[in-house]
């Protein structure tokens, strides 16, 4: 349902900004499937997190489709040794 409009770089070794202005805009829901979003829930599942950033851009896509509400769940989060 969504994919990715723009190239992004490799993620591996940003910081947490540098990621999310990577991710900025670079994904959106297909249009064949926005209608099925408006007013529902929706569910993204990742493998892993380390900023979010990923998720945020999904998760803003699907909001821009008109879902009422966007959880996520992931198998593995990164910690952060600072």
């Known amino acids: 349902m969504l994919y990715r409009i723009k190239p992004t770089d490799m ?3 940003m910081g947490r900004a540098a990621r999310f202005t990577n991710m ?4 959106i829901l297909n ?3 926005q209608t099925q979003l408006q ?4 569910l993204l ?3 892993v997190m380390t900023t979010g950033a ?7 896509a699907c909001r821009q ?6 959880n996520a769940v992931v198998f593995a989060r990164v ?3 600072e």
């Open 54 to 60: 990923t998720l945020s851009a999904c998760a803003e």
């Open 39 to 42: 007013g529902r829930s929706v």
């Open 65 to 70: 489709a008109g879902a009422e509400k966007v």
């Open 11 to 13: 993620q591996k070794g």
């Open 45 to 47: 599942v990742d493998d």
């Open 79 to 81: 910690a952060r040794l």
């Open 24 to 27: 900025n805009r670079s994904i």
């Open 31 to 33: 249009k064949t499937y």
